[in-house]
């Protein structure tokens, strides 16, 4: 799929939830034989037809453009100046996304629709070309009242396998504690940064959380999410993590399986015989 094709979906403004819950089903794995961590299972309902195609399609390109941001420029400059000059110009081919970009596209889909998070800053915006340096949790989803008070901070880490890896989780444990141990995790700097350029609302309540984040985290919970081919997964992914001596507080694992991964990926990008999608983490 061309980058050109692609954003024109936020053009027609087709991006809702609808098919995700056609395509997906969400609940906690209950009885859990885990004791440190909690489960959650992600199967999907049905095959992927085009509709459900074009809401991942379609997701990827929320990821990379803030929707308002393409259709106020359209209304100024015109499509074909903005398809050509902003989005081909600051943007890297979709052949050249890795799979983790994907994985975190999915699970920022799955944070929102299924588990009313808010993604304050969608870390691939900000990431224009592939070398460029990104904080090292996937992502930081919040949840907020009606105040606009953060109520909930969720630190998450995406794996995404096409192959047997029976240590994606344990890796990804190991990735979270980082965060937790430092005094001002890289996320929350970039977080932060990004909300006080965009004289953000929710701006002066992030800095209030990282003050009391200092004195207790009582509000922080962490979260790994796996994607994985569905014939390539291995409980022992899971048996692995629960050998691990874990120190994090409030510890939850989704796993998402999908079947024919690799084939829907290298479907929904490559439908004009552009290269496959990277196998690159």
């Not at 081909?88 to 998070?117: A, P, Q, T, W």
Request: aromatic share 10%.
């Amino acid at each position: 799929m061309s980058i050109l094709k692609l954003y024109s979906l936020i053009k027609e403004s087709i991006i809702v939830s609808e098919p995700l819950n056609k395509w997906l089903s969400c609940c906690y794995r209950t009885p859990c034989r885990y004791i440190q961590f909690r489960v959650i299972d992600i199967q999907e309902q049905c095959v992927p037809n085009e509709e459900i195609k074009s809401f991942i399609s379609s997701s990827l390109a929320f990821e990379r453009f803030d929707p308002s941001f393409i259709q106020d420029m359209v209304r100024e400059l015109g499509w074909e100046s903005i398809a050509e000059e902003i989005i081909e110009s600051n943007s890297e081919d979709l052949s050249s996304f890795h799979k983790g970009d994907i994985g975190e596209m999915f699970f920022s889909v799955i944070l929102r629709e299924f588990h009313n998070y808010t993604i304050p800053v969608p870390k691939l915006r900000s990431k224009m070309i592939t070398a460029q340096s990104q904080p090292r949790t996937d992502i930081l989803a919040l949840k907020i009242d009606q105040n606009n008070t953060i109520t909930e901070v969720c630190y998450f880490e995406v794996k995404l396998r096409t192959t047997s890896d029976n240590y994606s989780a344990t890796d990804s444990y190991l990735q979270l504690m980082d965060a937790f141990n430092s005094r001002t995790p890289s996320i929350i700097k970039f977080v932060a940064s990004r909300l006080y350029e965009l004289n953000d609302p929710l701006c002066d309540n992030f800095f209030s959380y990282l003050t009391q984040r200092r004195i207790s985290g009582d509000i922080d919970n962490f979260q790994i999410g796996l994607c994985y081919e569905k014939e390539n997964w291995d409980e022992k992914v899971l048996e692995n993590l629960e050998d691990t001596e874990i120190e994090l507080p409030n510890l939850t694992t989704q796993i998402l399986q999908i079947e024919n991964l690799r084939a829907l990926l290298n479907d929904i990008f490559n439908d004009s015989n552009e290269k496959k999608v990277s196998n690159h983490k």
